[in-house]
């Protein structure tokens, strides 16, 4: 985090200061015992103040960040609540008697929920659960339509994210989206809702209504990519409860992937 990083930097400057004291005062006394020592002693005072003074820096300057890492934190969580809205009501309709409470489930799971599923079919439970977006419309649409306004959300969603807090995103989390917002998977649910696609598909002899005519099933790069996004958010809500009552839930999968017909 830039912060972070900018208050590790000045620490190490800092350190090193004063660990050339340290030679220094040792090395003077070789040559004169007392005036060592009175260096010596000057130095561990000094280190006491910086280091006191410097925790009062650093905490009045993340203060100054709190709000904004919590509202940082809650569009985050957003993405991963969006990206997994989809895939769990593909769970409950082709998998219905699946446990799925953990990334792992999700990651062994994946395959099997696209070779199964149908892309003109619709699904009979529908979640309006906090926190996804009003923007996935799900009910009464087919999965092929459901995942183009699955697409143009989350894109959305992470284009605000970046724009809203450009002045503030660390670089880890900007590369983190644009690696989300660029990845094989978005390109394919992209030409999923093209004319063109399907006529190539006809034409190679592929079932149009297989999900897995449209996404690789053996492709996950973009759900370890949602897991970066979790963990960072997990580090950032850490950060954050150390200055303050966090106001964010993080996402887990046993609390939204629970079937609610069971």
Not at 87 to 103: C, Q, S, T
Request: charged share 25%; proline share 2%.
């Amino acid at each position: 985090m830039k912060l972070q990083a900018r208050l590790a930097k000045r620490n190490y400057d800092l350190q090193i200061v004063l660990l050339i004291g340290l030679l220094l005062a040792i090395t003077l006394m070789v040559f004169s015992k007392d005036l060592g020592n009175i260096l010596l002693t000057e130095i561990i005072s000094v280190s006491v103040t910086v280091f006191i003074i410097d925790n009062m820096i650093e905490r009045k300057e993340r203060r100054k960040r709190i709000s904004i890492d919590q509202r940082i934190l809650r569009e985050v969580q957003s993405i991963v609540a969006s990206y997994f809205s989809i895939w769990k009501h593909l769970a409950w309709k082709y998998l219905p008697n699946e446990k799925i409470a953990h990334e792992n489930d999700f990651l062994s799971r994946y395959s099997e929920i696209i070779k199964r599923a149908k892309v003109n079919e619709e699904f009979e439970v529908v979640s309006l659960q906090f926190p996804e977006s009003w923007d996935l419309l799900f009910h009464k649409r087919i999965v092929k339509k459901c995942f183009e306004n699955y697409h143009d959300s989350i894109l959305k969603q992470i284009k605000t994210l970046i724009t809203e807090f450009n002045g503030y995103i660390e670089p880890g989390l900007f590369n983190l989206l644009l690696e989300v917002m660029e990845c094989q998977y978005f390109r394919s649910i992209h030409l999923m809702g093209q004319a063109e696609t399907e006529a190539i598909l006809i034409e190679l002899d592929q079932d149009t209504n297989r999900l897995d005519s449209y996404l690789n099933a053996e492709d996950k790069k973009h759900i370890y990519k949602i897991i970066e996004l979790m963990q960072y958010s997990q580090n950032l809500r850490s950060l954050v409860s150390k200055f303050d009552e966090v106001n964010v839930d993080l996402y887990e999968l046993k609390n939204h992937f629970t079937n609610p017909m069971h």
